[in-house]
């Protein structure tokens, strides 16, 4: 059951990924998290992503704007690697609590205000986006929606966004992995689950590239984030019950 549950928030989190250009960790830690703690589920999140986001950044290279992934890349390793640190010391129950607040407002802001919301290309900008994105990052392994709208803001073409936030994620995901091992969040045991999420999250790449096809990237946003706010409700009653 939790190999096929590994497998399956893969599978759905490739496609989506794919067909939007960020989502898998939503998707991934919300479904592991009800199998792992939150710092498991992080851990095994990253470490799933990044084949993702390997294969993907792989397959737009040509379209990489490095002028554009530095400036932002910086604050979020920064604050990534401190609050994976901090983990450890935080009370795990506390810790789901925010998790399931953060997935709610992450639905109300994506549902009702995300058109409404202009980012600039300034440094300014790309600091603060990239230093809250990390801090996300490391707590709970999801820091994709903030950069992604800073993305979409600053490129001109979708290749171009593609091909930037998917080296973003490989570059910031592997030094994240790093970190857990090392602060021993990341271990031998999250290896078989590693390797079936690989394997789901690559067949939800080339899911996602048939749905980007025939379905309109913004209808299955909608969708999805509905659904991590039903998501971030039921944990919240759960936590508190």
């Not at 549950?5 to 960790?25: P, R």
């Not at 998790?99 to 994506?110: G, T």
Request: charged fraction near 10%.
């Amino acid at each position: 059951m939790l190999y096929l549950a590994v497998c399956l928030a893969s599978l759905a989190g490739g496609a989506v990924q794919t067909v939007t250009g960020f989502g898998a960790g939503v998707v991934l830690v919300m479904i592991l998290s009800r199998f792992f703690d939150m710092t498991a589920a992080s851990s095994l999140n990253t470490a799933v992503c990044v084949a993702l986001s390997a294969s993907l950044a792989w397959q737009f290279r040509r379209e990489i704007s490095w002028t554009l992934l530095i400036p932002p890349a910086i604050p979020y390793i920064i604050t990534s690697v401190l609050a994976i640190r901090l983990i450890s010391s935080m009370d795990m129950t506390a810790l789901a609590v925010i998790f399931a607040l953060f997935l709610m407002v992450l639905s109300i802001f994506f549902l009702f205000f995300e058109k409404r919301v202009h980012l600039s290309g300034s440094y300014p900008t790309a600091i603060v986006c990239g230093g809250i994105s990390g801090i996300f990052a490391g707590l709970f392994g999801v820091g994709g929606p903030l950069m992604a709208l800073y993305f979409l803001t600053v490129t001109s073409h979708r290749a171009t966004y593609v091909g930037t936030i998917q080296f973003f994620f490989l570059l910031t995901n592997l030094i994240s992995l790093a970190t857990r091992f090392t602060e021993g969040l990341y271990g031998a045991s999250l290896f078989p689950a590693t390797v079936i999420g690989i394997a789901g999250i690559i067949a939800g790449k080339w899911l996602g590239l048939r749905i980007a096809e025939k379905m309109d990237g913004e209808k299955l946003k909608k969708i999805i984030y509905i659904f991590v706010g039903i998501s971030g409700a039921v944990t919240l009653i759960q936590q508190i019950f």
